[in-house]
């Protein structure tokens, strides 16, 4: 998943821990790849300086999705909470990467959610969210602006067969269908290449040309060609494979609020987008 | 009259006659199939055995010698092996309510086949549950479910974000929930940025937070009940799921038991929990923790699908025959055994343990009565049982209501059974006088002999019984002279030589012994010698209180004479049991008399050293000296009896014709031989009546003679009564047989007292006179002599009453 070399294996996955799920079965499905792949976890948990902002103005207040409830935002227990959150983040993370015998290490910064994890995943070579948990403005926020591949992970993965992944012309396609390659082989799953229709290039020689890159990272492969590389058909596609994970070059469509909606929704798999 | 002759040796013991029985080892005799000399309590048993309804228990009675329990058990096979199979017993559980496990009958093997089916079927689940629950199909329907979910979650919340949008604001989640927030330029507008807006902005602001939350609780509102219906439709898809595989695996087991339709309705209960318990395969490696499992958390345990095999009748063939030789409560009712887990005692289906009556039911069940009256709450609970023909487990604490805590209550399980109490006479006449229970669940008394007659038949089939049981205990087979020699002895221990002992625990003692002897001296056959051994080793073995008391005599010590003659003074002889030893001893037996009020004074008793059957035959003897020679004039004389250096007590009565000679010769001043001892027991005419021991108590005598060297002269005076039960030891008849040694039987007190004194003791004539000079005239003479002092004497006090003026009263 890196951006300077596609074969370099994946050294560094930052991990956003505010937004995976408290279970932890994300966390776990990660640390058992990083630990296939031999990469370190860079856990990260950032207090959220909106928040602490919110809680300071006269009439800010929270609805708990326990009982519906509203409740005034205090500063102090809002201080708190998060200082709990990220400990037990911490811990989440200690305990699923030595189960899955990954490297990791673990921090805390408090600002804007997303300006954090931008300024964190220069250390590392892909970022890690879960996708359930931030609102699509956030998170196309984060994949366009991120210099890194950005994985948007679903509650442990999610269910499926394969890893999808679209094969375009754009620069980091190399990069998406060996990132692609290297989950399905570490998760044993199939791996599909959506190829675009292209003029003046026959469906056989993108497919030699896809075979020739996958080398010595992909068991088999399988081709599907499309006609447009559009966000809603590709989702669809993506569901139609019974993907679990749905890895697409970072610029290969352009990726406003709908577009990232239509490939969640979609899609119903976790999603990456390589640089 | 004359007197009685020295009996030929002949008469002193009753050989068995080798020859006679028809074989020379008992290597060539068959097995002995009957069971011999028990007539009436094989009848008695038979009858209660094969009477059907309830209370026709049975009760056997007889000493413990008598091989009793063998002799039932025996039977009892015999009989069970036509009766039909009786079913297992199993315990499961029950899923309504645990604590009330279920019994579940099942024809016999059925249960072990049920208990490996349901073992079969928890592990075929244990690898079927996880893999229907790992299959794509299963993963894209549950993942369906959690995504219907979120996607109501994110609608929600994104309606929200939308409505938010439109106002400058955002939605922001927070640890707990979500807030709504202002934005200015998408940043959350800064608290001072905030202060320093126009009031009107400020009311917006706070009147668009307070709506778009209101839209927020509303929609968050929802998220409960998505909740809800998606745990719902989450368990409905993993009971599908559980359905498909435990419907098939069922199936098959519902067809290895279609015949049983307890266990149907078992299984479907099975099914019902099956269905709902997929969580607990899923993880089968790990135990369940029964302490979490009591507390309502963790993984239940897998163990609750098993079968807990009470009975198992696997192979069995006809009623079972069940001897419980510990019949506690809870050995007899079954027991729920707890099992300690981090100081809590946890118990479950799986821990109930079947009692003797679960092992006897639909059989028989052999008791010793004994052990379960001495056992607290067993004989209570036995009636119960019988009473309410249904096994009931409980605790004893919850059966005499001391605990309150819950415990498991198991279906009770129907009984049906015969009970067979083991137990001596005096229990079975205590309980039917005591217990009003007894008789009526104990109907059947099967009252086993002691003895056998001893005819030529019985005692060839004696010898068969012999033959048997050295074969069953493998042991060396025995010669003819061998199985002669214990039947001999057989008589010797019913203490008559026309009976055959019954206690057959006693001869297979023997006959290990004798075994044992010719073992040691490499004998390939057990001889007659061999049993002589044994029963000569046993009485050796027992013998250091005889020894000891024989030296005393022999010393001097204890005062025994064995020849010369002396007034008033006689042997008498006793019969001592140390234990399983029988021996006898010779008593110095004294009387004296003197002018008195008629009375005979019993030291022994005056000391509280007589028991009341001696007191008894003393005042038979009183009474008797009375009738025989005062009948028309006051007895006037005071004599009083007593054993010499008797210190441990006295009983019986086979003291009381010694004691009446010696007190003859007191009155007629006539010697005693001696020589000579005398036993039997007297009646009011003077008539010797037979006593017990009688070998035993001619055989100490003569050691005691023997030691001090027999004369010719010395003997012993038997009732005649007691001549049939003469087994006497071969070195008595022996001595017998030379005559240096006799022994007399008498019939009268007349022909003991002549014989000890050497003078006739005379019959009245025509007038009512005893000849001049015999014992009775002396005694008769003497007792007037008294009588005429005594009215002397009576005669003078009055006279000097009357002289100092008093008044007869």
């Known amino acids: 998943m890196s951006n300077t070399d596609p074969t370099r294996p994946v050294l560094r996955i930052l991990v956003a821990l505010d937004s995976l799920p408290a279970a932890g079965t994300g966390l776990d499905a990660l640390a058992a790849l990083a630990g296939e792949m031999e990469a370190e976890l860079l856990g990260l948990f950032v207090e959220d300086a909106r928040l602490l902002e919110l809680a300071a103005l006269p009439f800010s207040r929270e609805v708990t999705t326990g009982n519906a409830s509203h409740r005034q935002l205090d500063p102090e227990r809002l201080e708190r909470q998060m200082r709990a959150q990220a400990r037990q983040a911490r811990e989440l993370l200690v305990r699923s990467a030595a189960r899955l015998r990954a490297q990791h290490s673990f921090r805390v910064t408090r600002g804007e959610t997303v300006h954090e994890l931008l300024e964190a995943s220069r250390q590392a070579d892909t970022v890690v969210v879960g996708l359930r948990h931030w609102s699509a403005p956030g998170l196309q926020r984060l994949v366009t602006e991120s210099a890194r591949t950005v994985l948007l992970l679903r509650d442990g993965w999610g269910p499926g067969r394969s890893v999808v992944v679209l094969y375009d012309d754009t620069p980091a396609a190399r990069s998406a269908l060996l990132t692609a390659a290297r989950v399905a082989r570490a998760e044993s799953l199939e791996l599909c290449v959506l190829v675009p229709q292209r003029t003046g290039h026959g469906p056989d020689r993108t497919e030699r040309e896809i075979t020739e890159q996958l080398r010595g990272h992909a068991r088999s492969v399988r081709f599907r060609p499309i006609a447009a590389v559009d966000a809603a058909l590709i989702g669809d596609l993506a569901r139609a494979e019974g993907a679990r994970l749905l890895v697409l070059p970072a610029d290969a469509v352009h990726l406003d609020r709908h577009a990232l909606q239509a490939l969640m929704d979609r899609g119903k798999c976790s999603l990456a987008f390589a640089r | ?809």
Request: charged residues 30%; negative net charge.
């Open chain 2, 1 to 809: 009259m004359p007197l009685p002759e020295p009996l030929p040796s002949t008469r002193l013991y009753q050989r068995c006659d080798a020859g006679a029985l028809g074989f020379d080892t008992t290597a060539e005799v068959a097995d002995l199939e009957e069971i011999i000399g028990q007539r009436r309590a094989m009848d008695a048993v038979q009858f209660g055995v094969r009477m059907p309804g309830g209370g026709y228990n049975l009760y056997v009675l007889g000493p413990a010698e008598t091989d009793k329990e063998s002799v039932v058990r025996q039977f009892l096979e015999r009989e069970s092996a036509g009766r039909e199979t009786p079913g297992d017993w199993a315990c499961v559980n029950n899923f309504a309510d645990p604590k009330q496990p279920r019994a579940l009958g099942l024809p016999a093997g059925r249960g072990a086949q049920l208990r490996a089916d349901m073992e079969h079927l928890v592990e075929e689940l244990k690898t079927s549950i996880p893999a229907a629950f790992e299959t794509d199909d299963y993963r894209n329907r549950r993942a369906e479910i959690e995504e219907e979910f979120n996607e109501h979650q994110q609608q929600a919340l994104r309606e929200v974000q939308e409505a938010a949008e439109k106002e400058h604001m955002t939605l922001i989640q927070t640890p707990h929930g979500f807030a709504i927030a202002p934005t200015r330029d998408g940043q959350v507008l800064p608290q001072k940025e905030f202060e320093q807006l126009p009031d009107e902005e400020k009311q917006r602001i706070e009147e668009s937070i307070g709506r778009l939350s209101e839209l927020l609780r509303r929609n968050i509102e929802q998220f409960p009940r998505w909740f809800k219906e998606r745990k719902e439709r989450e368990k409905a898809l993993d009971r599908e799921v559980t359905m498909s595989v435990v419907g098939l695996l069922l199936h098959e087991l519902r067809e290895h038991h279609a015949d049983l339709p307890e266990v149907l309705a078992y299984l479907d209960e099975v099914e019902t929990e099956l269905v709902d318990s997929a969580q607990d395969f899923m993880a089968s490696g790990e135990e369940s923790n029964p302490v979490m499992e009591m507390l309502g958390g963790g993984r239940r345990s897998l163990n609750r699908f098993s079968v807990n095999l009470l009975v198992d009748r696997s192979g069995a063939d006809g009623a079972p025959v069940v001897y419980e030789p510990n019949p506690s409560y809870q050995n007899l009712m079954g027991r729920v055994e707890h099992l300690s887990q981090f100081g809590a005692l946890t118990t479950d289906f799986s821990m109930i343990r079947a009692g003797a009556l679960h092992r006897a039911n639909g059989g028989y069940l052999i008791l010793n009565v004994e052990r379960v009256l001495t056992q607290p709450y067993a004989w209570e609970s036995l009636k119960r049982a019988l009473y309410g023909q249904e096994i009931r487990i409980e605790s004893l604490g919850q059966m005499l209501s001391l605990v309150s805590t819950v415990s498991l209550e198991p279906q009770p399980v129907p009984l049906d059974v015969k009970v067979v109490l083991l137990g001596d006479r005096r229990l079975y006449y205590l309980l039917y006088a005591l217990d009003p229970d007894f008789g009526e669940l104990f109907k059947v008394a099967a009252d086993f002999d002691d003895d056998m007659d001893r005819t030529p038949e019985a005692t060839r089939a004696y010898g068969q019984l012999i033959a048997t049981m050295a074969r069953r205990l493998e042991l060396r087979p025995l010669h003819r002279d061998a199985v002669a020699r214990l039947i001999e002895h057989s008589a010797r221990l019913t203490e008559d030589a026309r009976k055959l002992s019954m206690h057959t625990g006693t001869v297979r003692d023997l006959l290990r012994e004798a075994d044992h002897w010719a073992a040691r001296d490499g004998r390939e056959l057990v001889g007659a010698g061999d049993v002589g051994k044994a029963i000569d080793m046993r009485i050796e073995r027992l013998g250091r209180v005889r020894d000891r008391i024989r030296e005393a005599i022999r010393r001097g010590t204890l005062l025994i004479d064995t020849q010369g003659g002396v007034v008033a003074q006689v042997n008498g002889l006793s019969v001592m049991q140390l234990g399983d030893l029988a021996f006898g001893q010779p008593s110095r037996i004294t009387a004296t008399a003197r002018l008195g009020g008629g009375e005979v004074i019993d030291i022994e008793r005056e000391a509280k050293l007589g028991g009341r059957v001696h007191s008894k035959g003393v005042l038979i003897l009183s009474s008797l000296l009375a009738a025989r020679y005062a009948r028309d004039r006051p007895l006037s004389l005071s004599a009083s009896l007593v054993f010499e250096q008797s210190y441990g007590g006295v009983d019986g009565d086979s003291a009381s014709v010694g004691e009446f000679c010696a007190l003859l010769s007191a009155l007629s001043g006539l010697p005693l031989k001696q020589s000579l001892a005398i036993t039997g027991s007297l009646n009011q005419h003077g008539r010797v009546q037979a006593i017990g021991g009688v070998n035993e108590k001619i055989e100490g005598f003569f050691d005691v003679c023997v030691a001090r060297g027999l004369t010719g002269e010395q003997g012993v005076l038997i009732p005649a009564d007691n001549v049939q039960h003469l087994m006497l030891r071969a070195d008595v008849v022996e001595a017998a047989g030379a005559g240096r040694f006799r022994i007399y039987p008498v019939t009268t007190v007349d022909e003991a007292v002549a014989l000890l004194t050497g003078v006739e003791a005379g019959v009245r004539d025509a007038a009512g006179r005893y000849p001049p000079d015999t014992v009775n005239a002396r005694v008769e003479q003497r007792l007037l002599d008294l009588a005429e002092k005594r009215r002397v004497f009576g005669d003078r006090h009055k006279q000097v009453h009357a002289e100092q003026g008093g008044e007869e009263a």
